[in-house]
């Protein structure tokens, strides 16, 4: 079956789940009208079927490639990206003075979710250039903002990101590129980068990369990082390309997945940068960056579960084997999705899906009611969503991705029916953009250093819902509400904690438990808003009957401390 973009589903989250209509509501965002969304919406889920869809495959086994020093990529590619660009959906929430849209990060967010269920590869690239338009649209100079970003906008020129070092990967501290100031203004930008996504094309244009270097003296650590914007080409006054700079790829890393996304070994000789921010102060810079490629990157990881579950619901349709129960009576398809067992794994990749994409969709509206109100407390919630965000968009990705794999039976196991590249190329998610164990540390870690107050607002808005529902929705509602009673007690132990190693401890499953309950207010929310008669009504009982217990030793472990990990040694752990 060929890719389906799930047009309906963000249509329901907007309007019964995520709190839609307080964006389009403000002044800030009058111009998301329901018709516009809606027009947007369509546009883009027939690009994403009939444009990007069939590169899937092509990607996998046409991979970008090296030939005589040049990046050759997968075919298809460039034309995939330029229907994109040519419709201006990069600047979807660029800003309006420099081409974009304006419009909210929450469409774009369903954008990129329909861009990476079609062809994950090549939307790693449009992602690293929303995520650099954002980056110097808040810390660049005038004149760089003026010559970037409307060609960043435009498509013309694409950008990525340069932290990663041989010796300094989540420790960016311990990077050794260097920057030397020039007269002119100058700077000469020397190292080696390393798990560049997209570091070079063959589409045209420019690359514009934002690298991490120090400054001559710059103190040791994150704060002696400064950020500096290195073209590929020197543009002219007039944005035309003029020379090349001293950069160049290296290599590219020969990868699990991804095969069509070309990830390169940068080098940079003196290359001419500029500087982005104040000096010593890039990592405040890139981490603009790097936050909207953290909810960017959970979404990858849920649009890879949107693809790889399509496919597999369309193979257990088709694929007669066995007996099932349902033999000879209504509703019966004589096919494997009949067998009990599939169905609960098909029901599982779609519960999670829904709840992965809540939970995104959740905190890009955050985002956007920050932006339109100047609410602090819309700004907190978005910081506390994001690394959930990530982390469980990613950890969904690799579930439902396997699953999928299991519902082919042995054809999964074997390449030519592609269910196993969903698996391959979402795989690196939960590891690039900080890995998902440095994102539930930031969690329990800087997103409780307010005391939890942030965390306490939503629980307090979840367990509001679970008693608006007892009665009608006392079957859904009282789990929720004892499953928040327990998220409660848990955010309070991590709050109680001093020793912050306590909390790390225990800080991926308390993740994942706050993620599984959020789930069950999310699919609450859509069984209420259904009247409880309805397949989303449905799946919420499903939901709530199976997996949302899981929160209960998620949390348990959550709240154990360290002793017991530190108690076993590393003689014992290898004995």
């Known amino acids: 079956m060929p890719f389906r973009a799930p047009i309906g589903e963000f249509r329901f989250l907007f309007d019964h789940v995520i709190g839609f209509d307080g964006i389009a509501a403000s002044d800030r965002f009058a111009e998301a009208s329901p018709d516009t969304v809606d027009a947007i919406l369509v ?77 994950l590869s090549l939307g790693l690239n449009p992602l690293l250039t929303q995520g650099q338009v954002e980056a110097l649209a808040h810390h660049a100079s005038d004149d760089i903002r003026a010559m970037y970003l409307p060609r960043l906008i435009s498509g013309e020129w694409t950008g990525t990101m340069n932290l990663t070092e041989p010796q300094a990967g989540s420790d960016v501290g311990a990077l050794r590129s260097r920057a030397e100031p020039l007269e002119d203004g100058t700077y000469a930008v020397s190292g080696q980068k390393i798990y560049i996504s997209w570091g070079d094309h063959d589409f045209g244009g420019n690359v514009c990369h934002l690298v991490l270097a120090r400054l001559p003296e710059a103190p040791a650590g994150t704060r002696g990082i400064s950020l500096f914007l290195v073209p590929k080409y020197l543009p002219n006054e007039d944005g035309s390309l003029g020379a090349a700079n001293s950069l160049r790829v290296v290599s590219l890393e020969h990868k699990t997945g991804l095969h069509g996304s070309p990830t390169a070994v940068m080098e940079y000789d003196r290359a001419t940068g500029w500087l982005v921010g104040a000096p010593h ?131 999964g196991f074997i390449e030519e029916t592609g269910a196993s590249q969903f698996y391959r190329d979402v795989r690196v998610t939960a590891i690039y953009e900080g890995t998902n164990g440095i994102q539930s540390m930031d969690l329990v870690g800087r997103k409780l250093a307010d005391g939890g107050e942030a965390a306490f607002a939503l629980i307090d808005e979840m367990q509001a819902l679970a008693e608006a529902g007892r009665g009608d929705f006392d079957a859904l509602a009282e789990p929720l509400w004892q499953g928040v009673e327990t998220l409660r007690e848990a955010t309070e132990w991590m709050v109680s904690q001093d020793d912050v190693n306590r909390r790390f401890a225990g800080s991926m499953p308390y993740l994942m438990g706050f993620a599984r309950v959020f789930g069950g207010f999310a699919h609450l929310k859509a069984a209420m808003a259904e009247g409880g008669n309805g397949p989303r009504s449905r799946l919420a009982a499903f939901y709530i009957a199976r997996l949302l217990p899981e929160h209960v030793g998620l949390l348990s472990h959550a709240v154990v401390g360290d002793a017991d990990l530190y108690a076993l040694s590393l003689e014992d752990l290898g004995a």
């Open 43 to 119: 546009e883009i889920g027939r690009l994403a079927q009939d444009v990007w869809a069939p590169l899937q495959r092509s990607g996998d086994l046409d991979p970008a490639r090296m030939e005589n020093g040049a990046v050759r990529c997968s075919k298809g590619f460039a034309e995939g990206f330029r229907a994109l660009a040519d419709g201006g959906w990069l600047g979807l929430s660029a800003p309006e003075a420099h081409g974009g849209m304006d419009l909210p990060v929450t469409l774009t967010s369903a954008m990129n979710d329909m861009l990476s269920a079609a062809c």
């Open 281 to 411: 102060k890039g990592m405040a810079a890139m981490f603009t960056m790097m936050n909207n490629a953290r909810l960017g990157v959970g979404i990858q990881g849920i649009g890879a579960a949107e693809g790889a579950y399509q496919q597999a619901l369309a193979f257990a349709q088709e694929r007669t084997q066995g007996r099932t129960v349902l033999e000879g009576k209504p509703g019966a398809t004589g096919a494997i999705a009949d067998h009990a067992d599939v169905r609960r794994m098909l029901a599982t990749m779609r519960a999670d899906i829904f709840t992965a994409r809540a939970i995104a969709l959740s905190c890009a509206a955050a985002i956007d009611m920050a932006e339109a109100t100047g609410e602090a407390a819309w700004s907190a919630r978005a910081a506390f969503l994001t690394p959930i965000a990530k982390a469980f968009g990613t950890e969904t990705g690799m579930r439902v991705s396997e699953t999928g794999v299991q519902v082919h039976g042995g054809m």
